[in-house]
């Protein structure tokens, strides 16, 4: 079946500090990569995605490359912010899940001015 | 462009009463979602829908119930509300069945259930 798995939380980190939260995905089929974002008290925003190997998806600072040969799509920032503290969520997509999001247990980021 | 809305935002319930979520969206998709969110246990699939008229059952639909008479409202039902389906709901939806496309998702609504 298809399953993502990331880093467990939280993660604190001090601001203008680099990030990376790791994300790792079986998958029967091609997958596409998604990374969402949740904001205090708000819905899941999409942050990035990556449609096939190699790709790097990228916004508002974030990055994550679509990794095949290690089944990962990490998040990384290289300098984070206050206003960056939120928890992040890894998913997938393939063709043959019926068109459903598959999503990993989401990663509770604080940054501490 | 409102995107996806649901109502209301919050509600708390006493144990064996009922009410229905109201999910809307005007982006003309498809495909529509219902997830419930709880601490430590990331987004679990409710029910879903591929299109007007056609529901199925998630990961955890027990004690839910759905319809989709028109095409850009996604209801939830709670039959009769039991304390463990206190959580925050989210609907999203889909513009197609393709691995391209993500979710847009609402803003959620905080039941409890007392």
């Known amino acids: 079946g298809n399953s993502v798995t990331q880093m467990e939380g939280p993660v604190t980190l001090s601001e203008e500090a680099f990030l990376t939260i790791n994300c790792t995905y079986t998958?029967?089929?091609?997958?596409?990569l998604f990374w969402y974002v949740q904001y205090p008290g708000e819905g899941l925003q999409l942050l990035l995605k990556a449609t096939k190997a190699d790709d790097k998806g990228s916004n508002k600072g974030f990055e994550a490359t679509y990794r095949k040969e290690t089944t990962s799509f990490h998040l990384e920032k290289g300098s984070v912010q206050v206003s960056d503290s939120a928890v992040y969520f890894c998913?997938?997509?393939?063709?043959?899940?019926?068109?459903?999001?598959?999503f990993g247990e989401g990663t509770q980021l604080t940054v501490n001015p | 462009n409102a995107g996806v809305t649901q109502t209301p935002k919050f509600r708390v319930l006493k144990t064996g009463q009922s009410m229905t979520l109201l999910c809307a969206q005007d982006?003309?998709?498809?495909?529509m979602y219902w997830y419930r969110q709880d601490p430590g246990m990331g987004l679990r699939l409710i029910h879903y829908?591929?299109?007007?008229?056609?529901?199925a059952k998630g990961e955890v639909p027990d004690g839910y119930n759905v319809s989709r008479l028109k095409k850009q409202n996604f209801l939830l039902g709670l039959e009769s509300a039991a304390p463990s389906q206190t959580s925050v709901y989210f609907c999203?939806?889909?513009?197609?069945?393709?691995?391209?496309?993500?979710?847009?998702f609402g803003s959620g609504t905080r039941l409890t259930v007392v």
């Open positions: 829908s591929v299109g007007e008229g056609t529901t």
């Open positions: 998913a997938l997509r393939v063709e043959t899940s019926g068109s459903r999001l598959t």
């Open positions: 999203a939806s889909s513009s197609d069945r393709g691995r391209l496309s993500g979710y847009t």
């Open positions: 982006m003309n998709h498809e495909y």
């Open positions: 998958a029967t089929g091609y997958p596409s």
